[in-house]
């Protein structure tokens, strides 16, 4: 199953240069491998309105016709996931697989502690006016962001805050229940973000899939360790010709 393109849809806020050496590697092995690059996720893309996970979608399928691809293996790390997962949903026979890691597919939390969490943060934030913490008010921000588990709102400045609400806000229940693709979970056994519980329980929602999980690999083991994510996805790929026909 050589030549099979595979699709790389970023974490939130990922550059697709972070994939690069992934993506290097796949093509090495015969796989042609495309970064999907979303809307400021790289420094000149600003966005100009807060945008849903719908939003997302259309820059996939806009990717996929411009450059005429019919069917791939869809490979989406943390909030990629999330793309990939409402756009195989509505459009299956798009993929000849799917492949997803550190995507919360469940929260991790629930939605009354995530908004306590914001309430928080954003509380946290006018603290860091008052003397004598307005001197140290960046570094107190960042720390206070982290420790409340908020880190990615606190990467995240003016469309994208309401942006990254509207994505958390969208459950992936249905759309995982609409999958029937092979489908394999690719996990760090210490990712923190997204825990191995969490894949167990996608497991189990959607037919046809794997878990596999990676001994020490953290949330972003993707693009940290790209010989381990190729070894996997090379065979996983290999496993799909018996299933599969191109």
Known sequence: MRNVPIIILPGWLTSTNKYQPLAHLLAKRGFPAYQVSFPEFESDEPITEALHLTDY????????????????????????????LKYLSQEPKKALALVLSGTPGFSN???????????????????????????????????????VRAYDYYRADGFLKQTLKNIIDETLDDYMG?????????????????????????????KNSKLV?????????IYQAPEIATQQLTEFIKGLENRVHI
């Open 57 to 84: 979608v259309k820059v996939l399928q806009k990717f996929l016709k411009q450059k005429h691809i019919d069917k791939a293996v869809f490979l989406g790390h943390s909030f990629g996931g999330r793309v990939a």
């Open 109 to 147: 939390i629930s939605k009354l502690r995530f908004y306590l969490m914001f309430s928080i943060a954003k509380l946290g934030k006018y603290i860091t006016y008052i003397p004598p913490w307005l001197f140290f008010r960046k570094s107190l921000k960042k720390l206070f962001y982290k420790l």
């Open 178 to 206: 609409k999958i029937r693709l092979p489908t394999l979970l690719l996990w760090g056994e210490k990712d923190s973000l997204v825990p191995v519980r969490i894949a167990k329980r996608m497991q189990k929602k959607i």
């Open 213 to 221: 999980i990676v001994e020490g690999a953290k949330h972003n083991f």
